[in-house]
């Protein structure tokens, strides 16, 4: 079983950063696929950053240019950068981790295994 930390979620302003973080437990996390989901009141949970096992990055449009996700397998743990925050960033932000076998791609929400219990992510205007 893996489990999965998020933090890093706060209340910010429209211009200002944030940074999550997702903690993985577990011995091989270096072969996971990582990804980061969101979710809005009233809206479905969507795709919003993933990364491979040998670091290629995925990034939903709505988010190219200001998100960055990176992974520190020495500390099992994956970053997403959030820059330029806008109030439309404003969600619960899960992290996701795929353990390997899914023909999926990372942008479905069913390749994961293992999901965090999500950050809040508020951004005022």
């Known amino acids: 079983q893996v489990q999965l930390v998020e933090s890093g979620g706060g209340l910010v302003q429209a211009g200002d950063s944030l940074r999550l973080s997702c903690a993985a437990s577990?011995?091989?996390?270096?072969?996971?696929?990582m990804g980061w989901f969101r979710q809005a009141p009233g809206k479905e949970r969507e795709f919003v950053v993933g990364i491979s096992w040998n670091g290629i990055t995925y990034y939903a449009d709505s988010v190219k240019g200001r998100f960055t996700i990176s992974r520190d397998n020495t500390k099992n743990t994956v970053y997403l950068q959030m820059n330029s925050l806008t109030p439309e960033d404003t969600a619960v932000y899960y992290c996701a981790a795929d353990r390997g076998g899914s023909s999926r791609s990372v942008q479905s929400q069913y390749r994961y295994d293992y999901w965090g219990q999500g950050t809040q992510v508020t951004v005022s205007s």
């Open positions: 577990g011995r091989t996390f270096s072969n996971y696929v």
